[in-house]
Every structure is written in C-alpha cells, then in structure tokens.
C-alpha cells in the first residue's frame, strides 16, 4: 500500500483530477486563471483501513453551518501558522474533527493539490494507512456525521449527476457516499486516488 502512493505518475493524476471538474468550476477556473490570486493553504487526510477484507476511507457530513454546509468531504481544514507542514494540518484537523488520532509513521504518501478557486483554498490529500480507527468523537460544531465508506462502492458508483451549485443546475462528474453525491473539489481528489490505485493494478 505505501508503495502505490509514493511511486505513481502525478503528471496521470492530475488528469484523472482535472476528467472531474464541471461546468460551475470550469467556470472559476476560468476566472482564476486569468486573474490569479492567492490561495490559502489546507490538507485533508485520506484514512484507509481495512475492515471485513474490504478497502475503507472515512468521510464527514459537514453541519449545516459556514461555507462548505452540509458537503460530504474528507476530514480536514485550513494550515495554521504552527503547523511545519501539511501533514501536520491533516493530522491535527483529523483529531479536531473526528477523534481518530494519525501518527506520522502512518502516512503512505500524498496526492497532486487541488486548487479551489470558489472558496479560495488549494487543497492538499495526505493518505494515511492504519490497522484500526477506533472510536470516533465528532466535532459537533464541525461535523453532523462521520461515514465509513467503501472504497470500491464508492469507484463503481462514478457517473454523471445533477446538482444545484449557485442557484443554477448543472450535470457533473461525480461519485456517491451512501445516499449523497460527491463531486467537485473532493470529488477530485478521489479520482486522484483511484488514477494512482489503477497505476498499481
């Protein structure tokens, strides 16, 4: 497992990042592009397990309250000026929002950043591999739901969906997590780790 993510092709998933993007965010892609401005830095943290000889990730229902209301994401949040590195963004909001406390030794690799210019972020996946999570204890400000997903599920379940973003609809790449729809920045990000799974195969 930590060899797939520390020996594949960024260049690949990249692209695999890039096949996800819709509409809604070509069109601020758009809009940076031609007038860049500073992102601010954040990591989030890909947790694989295994449970029941099945390939596991975890991810949150955010609550109802800030900017990213109610989107399914991975664990994760903003850097602080005290953390040495992106690693210790992902391990700190990891505790913060879930309980799950990440050892650096369990860190396996990183995934390509993705930019976001709508919330003005550049995200950054760190994977972490462990034997057990234990028992979760949400941030109740942060987080309505902690979910165990299945990560082949989840892979089966790409298509194209309908989604309302900024008042409009708009049909875009996507996977599911349970009953909800996974697209945009994270759904990104996932491609990424499924284009560096399939590099292993």
């Given at each position: 497992?930590?060899?797939?993510?520390?020996?594949?092709?960024?260049?690949?998933?990249?692209?695999?990042?890039?096949?996800?993007l819709s509409d809604f965010q070509r069109m601020y892609f758009a809009r940076y592009y031609a007038n860049p401005f500073p992102l601010r830095r954040?990591?989030?943290?890909?947790?694989?397990?295994?449970r029941d000889d099945r390939l596991k990730t975890i991810m949150i229902e955010r609550?109802?309250?800030?900017?990213?209301?109610?989107?399914i994401s991975f664990p994760g949040g903003k850097a602080e000026p005290s953390d040495a590195d992106s690693i210790e963004t992902a391990i700190r909001e990891t505790m913060e929002e879930i309980g799950v406390r990440v050892r650096r030794e369990d860190v396996i690799g990183d995934l390509p950043s993705v930019k976001v210019p709508v919330s003005k972020f550049e995200i950054f996946p760190v994977v972490a591999f462990v034997d057990e999570v234990g028992d979760f204890k949400k941030s109740e400000s942060e987080v309505k739901k902690v979910l165990e997903v299945d990560v082949e599920d989840m892979r089966t379940s790409l298509g194209n969906?309908?989604?309302?973003?900024?008042?409009?609809?708009?049909?875009v790449p996507?996977?599911?997590?349970?009953n909800s729809v996974v697209w945009g920045a994270t759904a990104m990000i996932v491609a990424e780790m499924f284009g560096v799974m399939a590099d292993a195969v």
């Open positions: 497992m930590s060899l797939i993510f520390k020996n594949f092709s960024r260049k690949k998933a990249e692209k695999c990042a890039d096949e996800m954040s990591a989030v943290m890909i947790l694989l397990f295994v609550t109802d309250i800030g900017v990213h209301a109610g989107q969906r309908v989604v309302t973003a900024a008042g409009k609809q708009y049909e996507s996977f599911l997590c349970g």
